[in-house]
């Protein structure tokens, strides 16, 4: 599924630290380091958004509707990515929106291994009817098609943005309940496991300081690329009317708006959707990066 | 084999019990009672409401309205829509022919595409091509298919003018369905010009609905078949002076298409999350769009007996796509049962 990371030739004769281990495996992928750049930089954008947008990103302007971008004819500098139907800078809007599903992206996510590491740990170690339970319930949900799923959701608690980010954590927990499973009922049957049981080791200890550090690479690898996901379902969601509610800055709730507008206006559809797939392909690029560098098994 | 179908079989009725609670718990999880979301804002008299409630057997207790609910899936009965009174099951089986339709033709493209655009990627590994196909890949994959089809509206409808914007075909034709597959109809009907309409109106949203699955089956074809071409049996064929051809489409790819099989299956799911949205986009008149639609009517029968048919088609789908590997592969049937 992915470009395995170029193997550099090792002519350091000491043996690196585990770290400088990873980042040269890392390194090797340009489209991971690319993906990191955009990250780092759009995180920063997204931080820094009250400084670097040049207005409000509600402010309205009722003398520039629909203004075309700077470098069309009728574009203006005042507005470099123009302006939208009731005059609403673009550039400021999708500024403020980076901070909008960056926010969804990292709050899905963290939710989603809060409780996916809860539940697979449970499942794993309770074993039994308990995790029968919790992995029929999983399989469920991998069952339906995501966004259906997320959308009856919705349909449930009502449209908005935090319902909308609680149908996305519903949709991607699976698949952290079975990393975190998988990986404790491999690692229990390990020897140093059953060194710590011996030494009487209680189960919460086992479960939180030996086991679960030892299963962290594929959940930071499916966390990095579940921000994508998170992102993508989010804007879905916002398009369908269902996420966050006009007059957000969220770039799918912002495509929503631009719909009608697809005739006259090309820059209010094409720029919220290029940051939403820039974005998602960055985090995409980062995490495809960050499987291949920790992989042991890529590496050889 | 009996075994393996057995084992495989015996995991679908827990996973469709679930979906049936799923359904069943949806319109109950909805704040109010059903009778009050069904009269909406206008609110409702409470005698009529009571009797409503008795009508609809809602005042008994919740698990024996969940066996009446479960008694009537089985025979087929899913309710009525709120808003256009036919049964749900006759309206989805009227609307999933469309979306059948616009699928096959996704699918179908993605594999046209995908398979030698991941073979070519792989017998030519880290050449600009294959770094070509996984970036261009790469991005279908993270492409925000809802906007993907809006831009190639603007450039294709707007911009160029070579395709309609919207709809399965040009208002003038009217086509008595016979398949439900409009092309096929109205080839049937003779219509002149109502195959060329109904082909033009289906090309943007094949090409929308298909980039995630033409993404993935190009990376997991490249990926299959270079695992494949490492194999010592390729060098043999390769050391007895077999053409490059004969040993890529003989020898490698007829192992390298068993995880593809696999991930194609799998992409039943990926369509019908792309199909919600591609059918709002381009109006086209699916189960979709119909969903999206019973969202914002607030229909809860067809909402619950949507989810509920489109689960179980998925599941079977499933299902299939297992057996059919298990028949392929001996150690898949092995390690299961």
Known sequence: MSTPAISVPVVATTPRGPLRDFWGYFSANHGAVAGLVFVIAITFVAIFANFIAPYPPDLTNNTVFLKPPAWQAGGSWAY?????????????????????????GVAVVAMAIVVGIALGLMAGFLRGVFEIAIMRLMDIILTLPSLLLAIVIVAILGPGIMNAMIAVVVVVLPHYVRITRAAVITETSKDYVTAARASGATRLRLMFSEVLPN????????????????????????FLGLGAQPPASEWG?????????????????TFPGLMILLTVLAFNLLGDGLRDALDPKLKK | MLRFLFTRLSLVIPTFIGMTLLAFFLIRLVPGDPIETMAGERGIDPVRHAALLKEYGLDRPVLVQYGIYIGRVLHGDLGKSMITQTPVLHEFFALFPATIELALCAIIFALVLGIPAGIIAAVRRNSIFDHGVMGVSLTGYSMPIFWWGLLLILLFSVQLGWTPVSGRIDVKYFIEPVTGFLTIDALLSGEKGAFRSAVSHLILPTIVLGTQPLAIIARMTRSAMLEVLGEDYIRTARAKGLS????????ALRNALIPVITVIGLQVGVLFTGAILTETIFSWPGVGKWMIEAIN???????????????LVVMTVNLLVDVTYGIIN????KSAA
């Open chain 1, 215 to 238: 299963c962290a690479a594929p959940l930071i690898v499916q966390a990095s690329l579940g921000v994508s996901t998170a992102i993508l379902d989010a804007a879905a969601l916002g």
């Open chain 2, 330 to 333: 001996p150690r898949i049937r």
């Open chain 1, 80 to 104: 470099p990515l123009g302006t939208d139907a009731i005059g609403r800078d673009i550039l400021s809007r999708l500024i403020f929106g980076a901070r909008l599903s960056l926010l969804i």
């Open chain 2, 297 to 311: 009517r607030r229909d809860y029968p067809v909402l619950q007996g949507g989810v509920l048919l489109l689960g």
């Open chain 2, 244 to 251: 490059t051809l004969r040993v890529v489409a003989l020898h």
């Open chain 1, 253 to 269: 709730t912002m495509l929503a708006d631009a719909r009608e507008f697809v005739l006259r206006a090309w820059w209010v559809v």
